[in-house]
């Protein structure tokens, strides 16, 4: 729901005061990630964020194309009720074909956070 990734996105920007995050409200370009945001590597990158109730990740047509279409810096931080998993763009296909099962590139939302400040570094 809108609410519950609200709050995950508040949650993201607290932890996260050195990187600059721009909140994506895009109707217009279906599949548009929800956030780019800007590390101190001068790196940007995109965000989709999702809450996911039970190992399924639900994801639309347009966010698969998009993430095949920018397999790099795009990511996916998929929230469940225990923990947080960060996916790459690349792995968009098999993500929504096998929902958490796939390994994430990082684990936790705390080491995901660290992972986008340390883009280009």
């Given at each position: 729901s809108m609410k519950l990734e609200s709050k995950f996105y508040n949650e993201l920007k607290r932890i996260t005061p050195q990187i600059r995050?721009?909140?994506i409200e895009n109707t217009s370009v279906f599949g548009t990630p929800d956030?780019?945001?800007y590390n101190d590597f001068c790196r940007f990158f995109t965000v989709e964020l999702?809450?996911?109730n039970g190992s399924k990740v639900?994801?639309?047509?347009?966010q698969i194309s998009f993430?095949?279409?920018h397999p790099k810096n795009a990511?996916?931080?998929v929230k469940t009720k225990a923990d947080c998993h960060l996916y790459s763009g690349s792995?968009?296909?098999?993500?929504?074909?096998?929902?958490?099962?796939v390994k994430p590139i990082v684990r936790?939302?705390?080491?995901?956070?660290?992972?986008?400040e340390n883009i280009g570094k």
């Open positions: 995050w721009t909140r956030l780019l945001g999702k809450i996911a639900r994801l639309s047509p347009h993430h095949i279409l990511f996916i931080l792995q968009v296909r098999e993500l929504f074909e096998k929902g958490l099962s936790g939302l705390r080491e995901s956070c660290l992972y986008f």
